[in-house]
């Protein structure tokens, strides 16, 4: 079973920034893919973000583009997801997911971690 690890939510006021952390194995970074999924509260998981593990390619959401970035630190084992200017309709509860595919559907995404809370709200 694969390890994933999500941390860096909270509260922030809208305009702010967070970082989200989603550690896991040297191996996954090596071989797999990483997303970004966030939920909010009665809407369908949204793919926000993902990285390839072979060539850094990175993809985005429209509604994201230019506001958050994804990062990794292979040292610390450790995929990144930095948001800034961060609005109300940001606020969800945001997984990681591994996976060998580089898209922002949920198929093909085989291990998720257990989310972590970010609320964007004054």
């Known amino acids: 079973q694969v390890q994933l690890k999500e941390s860096g939510g909270g509260l922030v006021q809208p305009g702010g920034s967070l970082r989200l952390s989603c550690t896991t194995s040297?191996?996954?970074?090596?071989?797999?893919?990483v997303a970004w999924f966030r939920q909010a509260p009665g809407k369908e998981l949204e793919g926000v973000s993902c990285m390839s593990s072979t060539d850094g390619d990175t993809v985005y959401a429209d509604s994201v583009a230019g506001r958050f970035t994804i990062s990794r630190d292979i040292a610390k084992n450790t995929v990144y997801l930095q948001m800034n200017s961060l609005k109300p309709e940001d606020t969800a509860v945001y997984y990681c997911?591994?996976?060998?595919?580089?898209?922002?559907?949920?198929?093909?995404?085989?291990?998720w971690g257990q989310g972590t809370q970010v609320t964007v709200s004054s």
């Open positions: 997911a591994t996976g060998r595919i580089l898209w922002l559907k949920p198929e093909g995404y085989d291990n």
């Open positions: 040297r191996f996954i970074l090596d071989y797999y893919s």
